[in-house]
């Protein structure tokens, strides 16, 4: 060092390193550097952790096409977050519904139809049919004024209470030479008739007494037809109540043919 100092003495030029010591970067060099340095940390931090997280993703940034096929699980999902409009329509099936989860609350009334069966419960004194099948609900009479229990084609089979409190079966019809005919327990009599035409009007087919009995209950076996192919069978009960005013009460089922 004393030589280059005495040589630089001598000749009046710095030694080079000593010209390296004597410079200082400028202030953009400065900046440039720091970046450089923060840029690198932050690559080596997450090289270095094994890991990357949402501070080196840029927002809205990671797509369906970064995410493995299933692996999205429930816990990553935020609780109440996913939503109908979320979820492709008509892709939801009852696979994907737990067992007796569904309840009335979560269904529009008003887009239901009746089930056919359903259909019976409106009126307990009307009757319906369902695929060839009438079912006449239990269906009260009183003073004297018939009741239609059933209809098919041109047959009318209608329910009385006689005097004495007496239940009478009846058939009408609207086509000549019709036939109607019964068949019944102890105290039901039966008027079978092979002919029974439109001006007929109703034609008494059974009837049930009943004996001295207040209260007393029977069943008969119908059936009409009509020369058009129309035609019904089945089995009714009658009651009878005699006590106050009187009352009749029919019920029972009829098989529709034609």
Known sequence: MKSLRSRWLRTGHRPVLAQLRGRRPSPAMIVALVALFVSLSGVSYGVATG???????????????????????????????????????????????????????????????KVPSALLADSATTAYSVSGLTVIGPTSVEGGTPAVLATHGPLTLSGECASGSVPQLSVSTTEDNSAGTAEGTTGVTATPDADIDITDGRVTIAEFQGGMAVRAYGAADISAFATSGKGFTGQLGLYRDSSGAGVCRFHGSLTLQG
């Not at 990553?76 to 492709?88: M, S, Y």
């Open 51 to 113: 890991s990357i997280d949402s501070r080196e993703i840029k927002n809205n940034e990671v797509r369906s096409i970064d995410i493995r096929n299933n692996e999205v699980r429930t816990r990553d999902l935020r609780n109440n977050e996913v939503r109908g409009i979320d979820i492709r329509n008509s892709t939801v099936q009852g696979r994907d519904i737990a067992l007796n989860t569904v309840t009335g609350d979560d269904v529009r009334e008003d887009t239901l139809q």
